[in-house]
């Protein structure tokens, strides 16, 4: 008998901190699976936004850097043009990155920097006790929109990943989810695609990654799942909506 | 044929294993782990059915399944 599946070394063997069947745990392997396949782990740098995500640093064995909130970006700009031969991604949440690092990302997508940004929308603020987020569903009950989230008041669940396709600097832009084993493979290829897209230099890459929050959406994990397919997806649909196959910006 | 080994202290209890798996090979333990949660557990009886087809594993938030083929 041979082992077939067992933990990619960058994954270190501490136990998370996150909620039980909270979909960042399978983010975080895909990504270091990711990283052992395109052999990248000694020149990879992660940045980290704040949130649930903070803890990084623990679960994968590269380097990383702390930002403070929403301002991943910015760090990476600078990292990537101190140290261009170093692969840097942001990895950051909803809530970090966009609302209150809204600014930054938008500049840092337009200047079309060679940075690779994973991005996970569970629609609300997780770690700091499910209030609304920028992304949060129409109607979605969360502690700070008791009577759910009212579009008159509050305006309307924000697609990143397509509001950054619209922009020039941006090579690859994707929505991908982890709420079926299909999902978390096509994930994983485009976490691969995007690192590919800073190694052949071809500016800003981004992958949204629906995951769940069981926790503050108050249901069980594997409902948390069917949430995703029936009320997330309809409204922030799967896909590629930028991707650049020739240096053409040039 | 082929067989998984859950980690048991590892595991939270999301069942994502028990949903996705295809032939049903793997149930709720009766014992709880050194955290508190009910873990996972392979039917080690029926261990020809399994495929090693590593959805378990994929689905796995804590990779606390290991596959051998």
Redesign the interface.
Known sequence: ???????TPT?TSS??H?????????AH?ILAEAIDELGIADRTIGIPGVGCCVFLYYYIAIDTLEAPHGRAPACATGMKRAQPDKIIFNYQGDGDMAAIGTSEIIHAANRGENITVIFINNSVYGMTGGQMAPTTLLGQQTTTSPYGRNFQTEGYPIKMAEMLATLEGVAYSARVSLH??KN??QAKKAIIKAFEMQINQMGFSMVEILSTCNTNWRVS??EA?DVIENEMIPYFPLGVFKERTGKDFL | M??IKIDAD?C?????CI??CPKQLIIVSDTHNKVG?FPAQFLQEKEDQCT?C??C???????A?????
């Open positions: 008998m041979e082992k077939i599946f067992t933990r994954l136990e998370t996150f909620c039980p069947g909270c979909t960042h745990g399978i392997r079926k084993p978390v493979m994990p594997i799942l | 082929a067989y590892r939270k209890g999301c069942y994502f949903k996705f949660y090693g590593k959805t594993a994929l689905m796995c938030p804590d990779t399944i290991e596959v051998f083929k």
